[in-house]
C-alpha cells in the first residue's frame, strides 16, 4: 500500500517542480525527484531499491516520455549500481548515494553555464544564426554571447505544431536580440543568408548524433548543402545509449507525447514530434565536458556505462 | 606544486601572447602542466587509473573536492625533472620516429604531391627513398616559394623531382597518388593550419579522391578549436605579392600577404605522428592524452 502512494507523491514532485521552476530541465527535475524517492524509501537491500527504482522509472515516463526523463532515469540507475559497487553496508551506502545525488545535483545546474562559457566564442560579431523552436540552453549561450558585447541577429524556425518558436522570438526579444521568425518550410531558403546554425538536443545518441524537436533533420542537411557549420549544445545527462541508424530506429515511446500514446489507436496517424539527426551533419557537440566532435561522444558514453 | 604551476601558466601566457602564431609554445607548457598533476598524484596517492579528465562517469562517482595542489612534496621535484627529460627525449627523436613509418605508405612508382617546404616531409620521403623509387611533385608555395629548397633537397637525394607553380595543383592531381603535406599546426577538432596554399591542395586532392596525409609530429597538436575563423591569420609584408617598386598601382589597391591557410578535417585522410597514423576525427583522444582539460585556457 506504501507503494502506490509513494509513487504519486512521485508524480507530484516531478510535476511541481516544473511548474514553480520553468527553467529546469525536465531531465533535472526527473533525477531530483528520484532523489526524493531514494530518500523516503524504506527498502533493506540494493535489490528492493533498484526494482523500486525502476517502478518509479516507469511511473515517470509515463508522465513524460520524452528523451531527456528516460535518460536521466538511465542514468540515475546507474549512479545507483555504481555506488552500491563500493560499499557493501546497506545504509552507509544509502547515506554516500544521496550525498552524491546532491552533489550531482549542483554540479548540473551549473552545466547551462558551463556550456555557455564554451560556445559563446564560436558567434562573431555580426554574425547571424538559425535556431530550432525553443531552447533554454541555446538561449543561455545567446545571452553569454550578449554579456560579451557582441552584436548579432537570430533566425527562428516557427516550429509548428506548438509554435515554440515564438516563445524563443519572445525570449530573445527580451534580451534585445533582433529576432526575425521564419517558417518551418522556409529554412532551405534562408540558408544562404546564415553563418551559422545552433540548435538544442532532447538527447544525444551513441553515434554522436542527436535527438531534437522534429524539423532539426532538415535543418542539417540543408546546412551540410551550403556548408555552414551545424553547432548543438546539450548537458551531459543527456547523453542516452540509443544507435539508431535511421529514423525508424527511434523508440516510438520517444516520438510520441504520453497521452498520445495510451489513447491513440493508429500510432502511423499521429505526427511525430522528434526526429533524429545523424552525426555526419553535426559539427561540433558543445557539452558541460568540453566541446566534443561526434565521435568523441561514444567514447564518453563508453567511459559512464563500461 | 600550485604555485609551481601558477608561475609556469604566467610564464607560458606571456610567451603565447608575445608570438600567437607559434602554437607549440603553449602546447609544451601545457605538456610540462600535465606532467606536473601527473607526478603529483601519483605521490599523493591516487590510483594510476584514476581518470583525469570530466566525465559523466567522474559526475556522478566523486566526492565533491576538487583536486588541491598544496600538499608539499620533497621528491616532487627530482621526479618532474624526470619525466621534463623525458619529453625532452622524445622531442627530439620526433622526426625520425615519422621516418620510420614511411617505408608502409610510400609504394614503387608513384607520384607523390607535397607543398611548401617541410622537414618532417623531406626526412620522411628521404627515409623511403632509401628502399623504393618514386617520383615527387614539389608546388612551388609562393609567394616565399619554399618549394624550391625542398625540390633541391630531395633531388639530392636522387629523388625523381619536378616543381611546378601553385595554379598548376588541379591540373597535375589527376596523375598524382598521394599527397603528403606537413602542418604548422593542429587544432583540436582535427584541422590543420598550414602554409597557405595547403586549403588549394586538399581541395584537389579530395576532388581526385587522392589520399591527403599529413607527417606532423604530436608537439603541434593544439587543444584550440577554430572559433573565429580568422584569428589565426598572420599577414606579413605585401612586398612579395606586390613589390613596393610598383608604387603608382599600390596606392589604388589593397594587397594582402597570408602566411596561413585553414584545412577542415572533412579533408585530410590520415596524420601520420610519432606515435602512428590516426583519423582526424580521433584528434580528440589523442588530446585528451596529451593535456589536461584545465589547462586549454592557459
Known amino acids: 500500500t506504501d507503494a502506490p502512494r509513494c509513487l504519486a507523491d512521485l508524480i507530484e514532485t516531478f510535476r511541481a517542480q516544473l511548474r514553480d521552476d520553468p527553467d529546469v530541465a525536465s531531465a533535472v527535475a526527473a533525477i531530483r525527484a528520484l532523489l526524493g524517492f531514494l530518500k523516503q524509501d524504506r527498502g533493506e537491500t540494493i535489490q528492493g531499491l533498484r526494482s523500486s527504482l525502476l517502478a518509479a522509472i516507469n511511473t515517470l515516463s509515463r508522465v513524460d516520455s520524452s528523451v531527456a526523463v528516460s535518460s536521466a532515469g538511465e542514468l540515475f540507475l546507474r549512479f545507483i549500481s555504481l555506488t552500491s559497487l563500493e560499499y557493501s553496508d546497506y545504509s552507509k551506502c544509502k547515506e554516500i548515494m544521496i550525498e552524491r545525488g546532491e552533489i550531482f545535483l549542483r554540479k548540473v545546474s551549473l552545466s547551462r553555464n558551463k556550456i555557455a562559457k564554451l560556445c559563446h566564442p564560436f558567434i562573431r560579431d555580426g554574425a547571424r544564426i538559425l535556431t ?136 502511423t496517424e499521429e505526427h511525430p514530434w522528434i526526429d533524429y539527426t545523424s552525426p555526419s551533419l553535426i559539427t561540433l557537440l558543445f557539452t558541460d565536458l568540453g566541446v566534443l566532435t561526434p565521435s568523441a561522444v561514444s567514447d564518453e558514453l563508453i567511459k559512464l556505462y563500461l | 606544486s600550485g604555485e609551481l604551476m601558477d608561475l609556469i601558466r604566467t610564464e607560458g601566457r606571456r610567451m603565447t601572447a608575445a608570438q600567437p602564431s607559434e602554437t607549440t609554445v603553449g602546447n609544451m607548457v601545457r605538456r610540462v602542466l600535465k606532467v606536473i598533476r601527473e607526478e603529483y598524484g601519483r605521490l599523493h596517492g591516487r590510483s594510476e587509473e584514476s581518470d583525469q579528465q570530466e566525465s559523466l562517469h567522474k559526475l556522478l562517482t566523486s566526492g565533491g573536492l576538487s583536486e588541491d595542489f598544496s600538499t608539499p612534496y620533497p621528491l616532487l621535484r627530482a621526479n618532474v625533472i624526470e619525466a621534463i627529460n623525458e619529453l625532452l627525449i622524445e622531442l627530439e627523436g620526433t622526426t625520425d620516429n615519422i621516418a620510420m613509418q614511411a617505408l608502409e605508405h610510400i609504394h614503387s612508382n608513384e607520384v607523390i604531391m607535397t607543398i611548401g617546404y617541410s622537414r618532417t616531409v623531406e626526412a620522411f620521403l628521404k627515409e623511403a627513398a632509401r628502399k623504393r623509387k618514386f617520383q615527387v611533385i614539389v608546388a612551388e608555395c609562393a609567394p616565399f616559394c619554399q618549394g624550391h629548397e625542398m625540390a633541391v633537397r630531395l633531388s639530392k637525394e636522387n629523388i625523381e623531382t619536378t616543381v611546378m607553380s601553385d595554379a598548376a595543383i588541379f591540373a597535375v592531381m589527376s596523375r598524382v597518388n598521394k599527397v603528403i603535406i606537413g602542418t604548422k599546426t593542429i587544432l583540436a577538432n582535427g584541422a590543420l593550419i598550414a602554409v597557405s596554399g595547403t586549403h588549394t591542395l586538399a581541395l584537389a586532392a579530395k576532388h581526385h579522391s587522392t589520399p591527403l596525409i599529413v607527417c606532423a609530429p604530436m608537439f603541434k597538436l593544439s587543444p584550440q578549436f577554430p572559433n573565429e575563423e580568422d584569428s589565426f591569420h598572420k599577414f606579413v609584408s605585401p612586398q612579395e605579392v606586390l613589390p613596393f617598386t610598383e608604387g603608382e598601382i599600390l596606392a589604388k589597391i589593397n594587397v594582402h600577404c597570408p602566411v596561413f591557410d585553414y584545412v577542415p578535417p572533412e579533408l585530410i585522410t590520415l596524420f601520420i605522428s610519432n606515435i602512428g597514423g590516426n583519423a582526424p576525427s580521433y584528434i580528440y583522444r589523442l588530446m585528451s592524452e596529451l593535456y589536461h582539460p584545465d589547462d586549454y585556457e592557459l
Open chain 1, 132 to 267: 530550432h523552436a525553443y531552447s533554454r540552453v541555446v538561449l543561455r549561450v545567446l545571452e553569454a554571447a550578449v554579456e560579451s558585447k557582441k552584436r548579432f541577429s537570430v533566425y527562428v524556425t516557427e516550429s509548428q505544431p506548438d509554435q515554440a518558436g515564438q516563445k524563443m522570438a519572445k525570449a530573445l526579444r527580451k534580451l534585445n536580440i533582433p529576432v526575425t521568425v521564419i517558417l518551418d518550410a522556409a529554412v532551405g531558403y534562408i540558408m544562404e543568408k546564415v553563418d551559422l546554425v545552433l540548435v538544442g538536443a532532447e538527447g544525444v545518441v551513441e553515434s554522436g548524433g542527436i535527438i531534437n524537436k522534429i524539423g532539426t533533420n532538415q535543418i542539417a542537411v540543408c546546412a551540410k548543402a551550403q556548408n555552414k557549420p551545424f553547432y548543438v549544445v546539450a548537458e551531459s545527462f543527456k547523453f542516452v545509449r540509443l544507435f539508431p541508424l535511421n529514423q525508424q530506429d527511434v523508440p516510438d515511446k520517444f516520438k510520441y507525447k504520453a497521452d498520445t500514446l495510451k489513447t491513440s489507436q493508429n500510432l
